[in-house]
């Protein structure tokens, strides 16, 4: 089994500033990219920002400058760093890591999500 467990979530006011944690268990070959999703209220699920395994980044547009993505190979660990946090952030973030286990072809796995909810 795989598990992608995430913290951090929480109420902040409008410019203030979270942190988010993935730790991915189970057995484990490799993991690729990793990345960080969000979903608000009637609006599709959205990349937030990705790091591949190499550290090179991606960001959506409305949060460049503002949220710093990380990883540390070692934990198996994926951090979202978000700070000027605005109402438009208010969403569900999801975890989503690439990997490859024994027997099994390299997929894509989802955390649980955890709620993001910035008050103007």
């Known amino acids: 089994q795989v598990q992608l467990v995430e913290s951090g979530g929480g109420l902040v006011q409008a410019g203030g500033s979270l942190r988010l944690s993935c730790a991915v268990s189970g057995s484990i070959i490799s993991i690729n990219t990793m990345g960080w999703y969000r979903q608000a209220p009637g609006k599709q699920r959205e990349l937030v920002a990705a790091?591949?395994?190499?550290?090179?980044?991606n960001y959506a547009d409305s949060v460049k400058g503002r949220f710093t993505i990380y990883r540390d190979n070692a934990k198996k660990s994926v951090y979202l760093q978000m700070s000027s946090l605005k109402p438009a952030d208010t969403a569900v973030y999801y975890c989503n890591a690439n990997l490859r286990r024994v027997d099994i072809p390299q997929a894509d796995y989802w955390g649980q999500g955890t709620q993001v909810t910035v008050s103007s």
């Open positions: 790091i591949t395994v190499g550290g090179s980044t």
